[in-house]
């Protein structure tokens, strides 16, 4: 389980990309990269990290659910996750 603190700065993160993500677009297709740069430097998409969205663990992230694959198995094996089941042959 991530820290705290890891966890609100991610989410942090990821209200300043949407706030400024239309002011973004706008300077890219103007080519004024000076003005692009005075931008936060936390408004940049390139600095989200996937995570997990109930642990917040940032290795082994399954992208198709938003998961870890250690809460993925745990899910899978409960049966809360519709349509997976163990693979056996």
Same mark, same amino acid.
């Given at each position: 389980? @991530? !820290?705290? &603190? +890891?966890?609100?700065?991610?989410? %942090?993160?990821?209200?300043? +990309?949407?706030?400024?993500?239309? %002011?973004?677009? @706008? /300077? %890219? %297709?103007?080519?004024?990269?000076?003005? /692009?740069? $005075? /931008?936060?430097?936390?408004?940049?998409?390139?600095?989200?990290?996937?995570?997990?969205?109930?642990?917040?663990?940032?290795?082994?992230? #399954?992208?198709?659910?938003? =998961? &870890?694959? =250690?809460?993925?198995?745990?899910? @899978?094996?409960?049966? $809360? #996750?519709?349509? +997976? !089941?163990?693979?056996?042959?």
């Amino acid at each position: 389980m @991530a !820290k705290e &603190s +890891v966890k609100a700065r991610q989410r %942090k993160r990821e209200k300043m +990309v949407a706030k400024y993500a239309d %002011k973004r677009a @706008a /300077l %890219k %297709k103007a080519g004024d990269y000076e003005a /692009l740069d $005075l /931008l936060p430097k936390n408004a940049s998409p390139v600095r989200l990290k996937n995570r997990c969205q109930l642990t917040g663990r940032g290795r082994g992230y #399954i992208r198709y659910f938003g =998961i &870890s694959r =250690i809460q993925f198995r745990d899910m @899978a094996l409960n049966g $809360l #996750i519709p349509g +997976v !089941k163990k693979a056996s042959w």
